[in-house]
């Protein structure tokens, strides 16, 4: 399934106070739609999930769900390490309206293959949203094989992977033992370009945040045979992609939005805010590619 071209792994803006700000979050989506987002990942790592509570997840999906109001679709991040727990937010972000969901590879539990492909089925069988996979090992320490993300795309509302893995020969196994209708997705902001010269359909971004409508630029000239091009505004916006993660995600990105006047708040711990010399190699960067002035 096709979510579009250029997706957003969102933030989660909080107040003062660390609470989540829906007034805020509804600035930010407004912000995104309008500066090249075509889907929202809500709650996702980028989110800060993990210091999310069960209630904040449903909240912040319900609030998202009614400010986009069916313009781009919105992909809820309903996955953890307890896969019980994973389907009732499953259903539950069902109920509230959500296009599909994400399902992470379980973190520190470390399944082997026949645990990973028994916890998608698991939770898959019960909804019927579309159902993302997110393979990243970097932060889950399991790498999901393509053995296995092959037999689990059989599963019928199993329609997409997010590929975060960093091996270009895994997501072109991927793409060539699967079905056209399902989609994927790089996780990783500059492989953007490289995954979609093999045939993927697009990016889940970070940087989309900031450098949204340039990454709608690379992706159209691409796919508008313009190869030069897209290579050309791929190497302009590398270092914004590079720097964006400079300190442990979503701090960067954060900070990148105050300085285009877009608050965010804060992240919650254990995340810390951006040390004083990475701020400001961050503000210079940003200032030199013409992100802010």
Do not use: C, W
Request: aromatic letters at 4%.
């Amino acid at each position: 399934m096709n979510f579009g071209s250029v997706l957003t792994a969102m933030v989660t803006p909080f107040d003062e106070k660390g609470h989540i700000d829906l007034e805020r979050t509804e600035k930010l989506v407004e912000y995104l739609i309008e500066n090249g987002t075509d889907g929202l990942v809500v709650a996702g790592t980028t989110g800060e999930s993990p210091t999310l509570t069960h209630e904040e997840k449903l909240t912040l999906f319900k609030h998202v769900v009614k400010i986009v109001n069916k313009r781009i679709p919105v992909i809820a991040g309903t996955g953890s390490n307890d896969t019980a727990a994973s389907t009732e937010l499953t259903q539950e972000a069902d109920n509230l309206g959500v296009d599909a969901v994400m399902l992470v590879t379980p973190y520190y539990n470390k399944p082997d293959q026949r645990g990973l492909f028994a916890h998608f089925s698991k939770i898959a069988q019960a909804t019927s949203l579309p159902v993302m996979l997110y393979n990243i090992p970097g932060r889950s320490v399991v790498k999901m094989n393509a053995d296995t993300i092959v037999e689990l795309s059989k599963i019928p509302n199993i329609v997409s992977v997010k590929e975060a893995s960093g091996d270009l020969d895994q997501a072109s196994e991927i793409i060539e033992r699967t079905d056209d209708g399902f989609s994927v997705y790089s996780g990783d902001d500059g492989l953007t370009l490289p995954l979609l010269a093999i045939g993927a359909d697009g990016i889940i971004s970070v940087a989309s945040h900031v450098i949204g409508n340039e990454m709608q630029s690379m992706v159209e000239a691409f796919h508008g045979g313009q190869v030069k091009e897209a290579a050309s505004i791929h190497r302009q916006l590398l270092p914004v992609m590079n720097i964006l993660f400079s300190a442990p995600s979503p701090v960067p990105v954060k900070a990148a939005l105050k300085m285009k006047g877009i608050e965010t708040g804060g992240v919650r711990l254990p995340l810390v805010s951006l040390e004083k010399t990475l701020h400001q190699e961050l503000e210079k960067e940003l200032r030199s590619h013409s992100v802010i002035k």
